[in-house]
């Protein structure tokens, strides 16, 4: 198991990335700044918020393409299953800690953190399940289209955009928890070559 932690390069990437993660949550959960609208005249208000879970999907993804093939093939233990608990722990880490600073601080955007990184971790995870290299492609692709593209009007997202929505929105709660779980899925089920 020790291995695993080196190969996958969890302590000196994977631990960073998230305690920087939850830090400019902590000291900017309330942030925005002014887009200009691709779809409408207006501006679209984008809180940082939309911007910081690629912080982990992008410490994610490098750690799970981390490798000693050689141990691998030879390990006794399930390397998926250590693989899918670093993404849960790590996931579960930002979400606790969004709902906790936006307890304390307020801030319903604070709150919505932990979704939108379930969201773009597992739409990480499906996309390297297509291709390795658009793991980390596929996010950040993402928020840039909702950035411009994911309002209808000012303030008001369209239903596809579903990180853009307010915490409350169970149908945006539910749609980041099935790409979630199908990225979990993917991630248990693909077969990499060595």
């Given at each position: 198991?020790i291995?695993?932690?080196k190969?996958?390069?969890?302590l000196?990437?994977?631990?960073?990335?998230t305690?920087?993660?939850?830090l400019?949550?902590a000291l900017?959960?309330?942030r925005?700044i002014e887009l200009p609208g691709?779809?409408?005249a207006?501006?679209?208000q984008?809180?940082?918020?939309?911007?910081?879970?690629l912080?982990v999907?992008?410490t994610l993804?490098?750690c799970?393409t981390?490798r000693?093939?050689?141990?691998e093939?030879v390990?006794t233990r399930?390397?998926?299953?250590?693989d899918m608990?670093?993404?849960l722990?790590?996931?579960?880490a930002?979400?606790v800690a969004?709902?906790?600073?936006?307890a304390?601080a307020?801030?319903?955007?604070a709150?919505?953190?932990?979704r939108?990184t379930?969201?773009?971790?597992?739409?990480?995870?499906?996309a390297?399940?297509v291709?390795?290299?658009?793991a980390?492609?596929a996010?950040?692709?993402w928020?840039?289209?909702i950035?411009?593209?994911?309002?209808?009007?000012y303030?008001r997202?369209?239903?596809?955009?579903?990180?853009?929505?307010a915490p409350p929105s169970?149908p945006a709660?539910?749609v980041c928890l099935?790409?979630?779980?199908?990225?979990?899925?993917?991630?248990?089920?693909?077969?990499?070559?060595?």
């Open positions: 198991m291995w695993w932690i190969a996958r390069r969890l000196p990437v994977l631990l960073p990335g305690a920087a993660c939850i400019i949550v900017a959960h309330d925005a691709m779809l409408t207006g501006a679209n984008v809180f940082l918020m939309q911007l910081i879970p912080l999907t992008s993804a490098h799970l981390q000693l093939d050689e141990a093939v390990a399930n390397l998926r299953r250590l608990l670093a993404v722990t790590c996931v579960s930002v979400a969004g709902v906790a600073i936006g304390v307020g801030s319903d955007e709150a919505t953190v932990g939108n379930a969201f773009l971790t597992g739409l990480m995870l499906l390297e399940a291709h390795p290299k658009a980390t492609v996010p950040v692709g928020v840039f289209a950035m411009f593209l994911g309002h209808s009007d303030h997202p369209w239903p596809w955009a579903v990180t853009l929505h169970l709660s539910i099935i790409v979630f779980l199908g990225g979990l899925i993917a991630q248990a089920r693909i077969r990499r070559t060595m």
